[in-house]
């Protein structure tokens, strides 16, 4: 399966090439399985999330090479601005069929998987390759990750109080909605140009990363743009296969929707995050790992979900943020959460496990959720 020789992109490892090869078959046969008769749907779901997780390490490797040219700060918003192109087209097929639990909890589900399990795990695989057990990162980026956060919850709040209380306010929920989306995207596009512009300097070392500074890039910038580009319109045809499938899956599995959207499309759809922050960390680069996690639950809270919003406005069914109950109790709590373990830039094994423990009792609660 591994490309060799002339075969085999110039930069590229044999294990990324073979690795390459199979995400190239598994997306073949992924389509075959949706146009195909003789495939369960079942089979295809499977297949389209295997694809779907293929063409987010594509999306990863070569934003990460693009990336290691501008420093920690820039790597970790184009990560995790190409990282979301699946979760944001699961989000709008999902609308599109009509799907708005899958949809709407998918959106919750990509935030609180990024900010409760693969944050989590990243602590944790940080923080026993640290000297004395504790990972060290700037403060900054976690910081305003919980305020953009906090921002999106006011507007979730704020609906979900107008709703339990039928004020009058209730019956613009959509009109709410779109104002707010617009308010929020106008703070995240405030915060990521102040962002950029006080970022690392390129080649200077970060904290934890010692003073040999950031890999040189190993794929040329018209190879790792070329990866991008096919992973990304990939990545639009493979989410409307996943899509297709899930809901008949569903009902043979016998899970909920919420389960599905919350757990199963979030985990799938944030491949990215899940693969390379916790390599990061366990590589011993806690910043890029921060950076990458952290610019994700703010982008997907701040500048997604908003994004969504008005996006859906184009769909057969429209995306708002008026959410359940529960999940309004839970993105709060995470908010809160994250501000208390990595607002001190520090990290221990014991607040990782905290972190993956909530996002479990969180997924529970989700099964139950019919």
Not at 74 to 98: D, H, K, W, Y
Not at 172 to 180: D, K, W
Not at 206 to 216: D, H, L, N, Q, W
Request: proline share 5%.
């Amino acid at each position: 399966m591994a490309l060799a020789g002339p075969l085999r992109p110039r930069g590229l490892s044999r294990a990324e090439a073979a690795l390459l090869a199979c995400v190239l078959v598994t997306t073949a046969v992924a389509g075959v399985a949706r146009y195909t008769a003789g495939f369960s749907d079942t089979v295809a779901f499977v297949l389209a999330g295997i694809a779907l997780a293929g063409l987010a390490w594509i999306v990863s490797l070569s934003t990460e090479q693009i990336g290691q040219r501008f420093g920690p700060s820039s790597t970790g918003v184009l990560q995790s601005t190409v990282g979301n192109l699946p979760e944001f087209f699961v989000v709008v097929f999902a609308l599109q069929a009509r799907d708005t639990i899958v949809a709407e909890t998918a959106i919750l589900g990509s935030i609180l998987v990024n900010a409760l399990l693969v944050l989590g795990l990243v602590l944790i695989a940080g923080s026993l390759r640290a000297p004395g057990g504790t990972m060290r990162f700037s403060a900054r980026l976690p910081n305003d990750t919980a305020t953009l956060l906090l921002v999106a919850c006011f507007i979730i709040v704020l609906l979900g109080l107008v709703d339990a209380t039928h004020d009058p306010a209730s019956h613009h929920t959509r009109a709410i909605s779109v104002v707010g989306a617009i308010a929020i995207l106008v703070v995240y596009g405030v915060w990521l140009a102040q962002y950029l512009r006080s970022g690392t300097v390129p080649g200077r070392p970060t904290a934890g990363e010692g003073r040999a500074g950031p890999e040189p890039p190993r794929l040329g910038m018209r190879l790792a743009f070329g990866l991008l580009a096919g992973a990304g319109v990939g990545s639009a045809f493979v989410s409307d296969w996943f899509v297709h499938a899930l809901e008949p899956t569903i009902r043979t599995m016998h899970i909920s929707q919420a389960f599905a959207g919350l757990v199963i499309v979030a985990i799938a759809g944030n491949a990215v995050e899940n693969v390379a922050g916790i390599f990061l960390a366990a590589k011993g680069k806690p910043d890029l790992a921060i950076s990458i996690v952290k610019n994700s639950v703010a982008q997907v809270a701040a500048f997604l979900y908003p994004t969504l919003v008005l996006v859906s406005l184009l769909t057969a069914t429209q995306l708002t943020f008026a959410i359940p109950p529960v999940y309004i109790g839970a993105l709060f709590g995470t908010a809160v959460l994250i501000w208390q373990i990595t607002g001190d830039g520090e990290g221990t094994p014991f607040e990782g496990v905290a972190l993956v423990a909530t996002f479990v009792i969180l997924a529970t609660v989700a099964g139950f959720e019919h």
